[in-house]
């Protein structure tokens, strides 16, 4: 069946530096993918997505990769900040993977 | 503008007694999910509504588990004969068709 997961539960990273979280998903078919940040105790905020006829898409600090060939995407935070500490998702349709918990380190 | 609610924010409950959980979801979004969250794991999908098309059900874990949309609006998830294993937080999102799902605050289950 379709899965969506991630390489690593957490990923500890000093602030200032960039911080690299992937996700590998199992379904050739996904065509959309999302980034979603959850905060503790709160629902997770969408963060960014990006469809399968593209590569790569930047946000604000964020850089989202995906290569199709491997069914493998990232998601890259530039200058992590403290308050960029959180557990972050991704997902495809309602497939959401573990969480990869991201801890910045002042 | 509004975003999703849910409640109540927090409920506690006796094992055996059933629960009704709500979502008000944004005005205008056709899409409605359901997903539970136990301590420290991720998304677990329940239930799927779009627009006036079946629910999509598959992720409720037994027949405990029923959840209703109506109007095409509100949401109510009810536990029936809740269980030890039904603590979680139980998050309803939406989303406007299949793009990204904006969460409610989630209810807290504890069943004890």
């Known amino acids: 069946g379709e899965s969506v997961g991630l390489h690593l539960p957490t990923l500890s990273v000093q602030e200032g530096d960039n911080s690299i979280i992937n996700c590998a998903y199992s379904n050739s078919a996904s065509d959309y993918f999302i980034w979603y940040k959850q905060e503790s105790g709160k629902g997770p905020q969408f963060i960014i997505d990006i469809r399968s006829n593209m590569d790569k898409r930047q946000g604000q600090r964020v850089t989202v990769l995906l290569n199709k060939t491997v069914k493998h995407l990232s998601l890259q935070i530039a200058a992590t900040q403290p308050g960029d500490s959180a557990v972050y998702f991704c997902?495809?349709?309602?497939?959401f993977g573990t969480g990869t918990s991201l801890t910045v380190i002042p | 503008g509004a975003g999703v609610s849910q409640s109540p924010s927090n409920k506690v409950t006796e094992k055996g007694k059933d629960v009704e959980l709500r979502c008000d979801p944004i005005s205008g979004h056709t899409a409605l999910y359901w997903y539970r969250q136990s301590l420290g794991q991720g998304l677990e999908f329940l239930i799927y509504f779009q627009g006036n098309s079946a629910p999509d059900k598959s992720g409720l874990p037994s027949d405990r588990f029923s959840a209703e949309r109506t109007g095409g609006s509100v949401s109510t998830l009810t536990i029936q004969r809740t269980q030890q294993e039904d603590s979680a937080v139980y998050l309803c999102?939406?989303?406007?068709?299949?793009?990204?799902?904006?969460f409610g605050p989630g209810t807290r289950l504890t069943v004890t």
């Open positions: 999102a939406s989303s406007f068709d299949r793009y990204e799902q904006y």
């Open positions: 997902a495809e349709s309602r497939n």
